[in-house]
């Protein structure tokens, strides 16, 4: 049985304007998620709910004791710092947050999906060398939850071992 052609059209724009619904409501909570606001490496103090995950080098987050330490990587902290921007444009899910432009310290927003939970990822490129360079990472959730320290963690991770490559 063959629709008219009025049911079809109707059909594809019901369809054109839940798709545009579904974009809109998912950009909507990206810009309405409770931002926690920059990380402050040197006074970083953990939350008290565990719901974030630190990697970072003793030298630097003096206050708080990170889960991780983070490698030093072969490459000028200019270069690690675009290797990190690069990754975070076709990462899944994440959006650069506004920064200064050449800032060492960058902030992004990641999504496990188009309607979960936002996880706010703060980066401090830090020079070793002209030629070595290391990392300051730190994410916490925009909705507290205990359980998501390993899902952060691993999350942390996976960004890392990007800039391992």
Same mark, same amino acid.
């Given at each position: 049985?063959?629709?008219? =052609?009025?049911?079809?059209?109707?059909?594809?724009?019901?369809?054109?304007?839940?798709?545009?619904?579904? *974009?809109?409501?998912? =950009?909507r909570l990206i810009a309405t998620s409770a931002d926690p606001g920059?990380?402050?490496?040197?006074?970083?103090?953990?939350?008290?709910?565990?719901?974030?995950?630190?990697?970072?080098?003793?030298? *630097?987050c003096v206050s708080a004791k990170p889960d991780l330490m983070p490698?030093?990587?072969?490459?000028?902290?200019? =270069?690690?710092?675009?290797?990190?921007?690069?990754? &975070?444009?076709?990462?899944?899910? $994440?959006?650069?947050?506004?920064?200064?432009?050449?800032?060492?310290?960058? =902030?992004? *927003?990641?999504?496990?999906?188009?309607?979960?939970? &936002?996880?706010?990822?703060?980066?401090?490129?830090? &020079?070793?060398?002209?030629?070595?360079?290391?990392?300051?990472?730190?994410?916490?959730? $925009? &909705?507290?939850?205990?359980?998501a320290h390993a899902s952060d963690l691993a999350r942390l991770r996976?960004?890392?071992?990007?800039?391992?490559?």
């Amino acid at each position: 049985m063959r629709l008219p =052609r009025c049911a079809a059209g109707l059909i594809g724009a019901v369809a054109a304007l839940a798709l545009i619904g579904a *974009v809109a409501f998912e =950009r909507r909570l990206i810009a309405t998620s409770a931002d926690p606001g920059p990380a402050n490496f040197p006074a970083l103090h953990r939350l008290d709910s565990r719901d974030d995950a630190l990697i970072c080098p003793k030298s *630097v987050c003096v206050s708080a004791k990170p889960d991780l330490m983070p490698p030093i990587f072969t490459v000028s902290a200019a =270069r690690l710092r675009q290797k990190l921007l690069a990754y &975070a444009r076709g990462a899944p899910g $994440a959006g650069e947050i506004h920064t200064k432009q050449g800032s060492a310290q960058l =902030r992004f *927003v990641q999504r496990s999906s188009p309607f979960g939970a &936002a996880l706010f990822i703060d980066v401090l490129v830090i &020079a070793r060398s002209s030629e070595a360079a290391t990392l300051a990472m730190y994410a916490r959730g $925009a &909705a507290a939850s205990p359980l998501a320290h390993a899902s952060d963690l691993a999350r942390l991770r996976i960004w890392l071992d990007a800039m391992s490559n």
